[in-house]
């Protein structure tokens, strides 16, 4: 059975365009694999802490010698990654904020980046160990920054990603959307019509 596990990063609870596109790139998804089970992960209503000595230590002190909070802080972390490791295809619902990553996306990040975890060094250097899976990142934006500086958002995703070893990445965006209805308009039919092309080649891979 083919898992697909959606995580929602908005700082909105309602309205979020990357939440909607998200949604219904999803529901593509689900409907063109037979079988497909969804696993929502949702950052705004079950938000994570950010890092703090708590947090790192809980992190890197051995697990026979954690304390119970450790040993909570640890089980959470580890809850995320089993999660993460059991999705076939992983959809990122990623606002541009502040030409980069919501809060909340980041420190969903700094649970599932664990040394020995989901990611090692070798004698060639990094390896991550987070592998097999499809991803797919829809990044709504007020503007349009796609190909400028102002876009960090897509090199630190592709390179973060990628260091934990999801390497086939394809990105989804609406950008223009607080550019007047027209931009808004076309930002949407832009971004619903490269979701149906997603949903084509996922089935046809």
Do not use: C, W
Not at 18 to 40: D, I, M, P
Not at 55 to 61: D, K, M
Not at 125 to 144: C, D, I
Not at 174 to 181: Q, R, S
Request: aromatic share 8%.
């Amino acid at each position: 059975m083919t898992t697909i596990l959606q995580i929602n990063s908005a700082a909105r609870s309602q309205g979020a365009h990357s939440t909607l596109l998200s949604n219904e790139l999803t529901e593509k998804l689900q409907q063109s694999t037979s079988g497909a089970r969804v696993v929502v992960r949702d950052l705004y209503n079950d938000s994570l802490p950010h890092l703090d000595d708590h947090i790192l230590g809980s992190f890197f002190t051995p697990a026979d010698k954690r304390t119970p909070e450790q040993q909570a802080v640890a089980a959470r972390s580890d809850a995320l990654i089993a999660e993460l490791q059991a999705a076939d295809v992983i959809v990122i619902g990623a606002p541009l904020y502040n030409f980069g990553i919501s809060s909340q996306l980041k420190t969903y990040f700094d649970f599932i980046a664990r040394a020995g975890v989901t990611f090692k060094y070798g004698p060639t250097g990094p390896e991550g160990l987070v592998k097999g899976k499809k991803v797919y990142v829809v990044s709504a934006r007020g503007g349009k920054y796609l190909g400028t500086p102002g876009d960090s958002q897509t090199p630190y995703l592709t390179t973060f990603l990628g260091f934990l070893g999801m390497t086939d990445v394809t990105f989804i965006y609406a950008e223009g959307l607080n550019m007047g209805p027209d931009a808004a308009e076309a930002a949407l039919a832009a971004a619903r019509d490269a979701i149906a092309a997603a949903a084509v080649r996922t089935v046809a891979a």
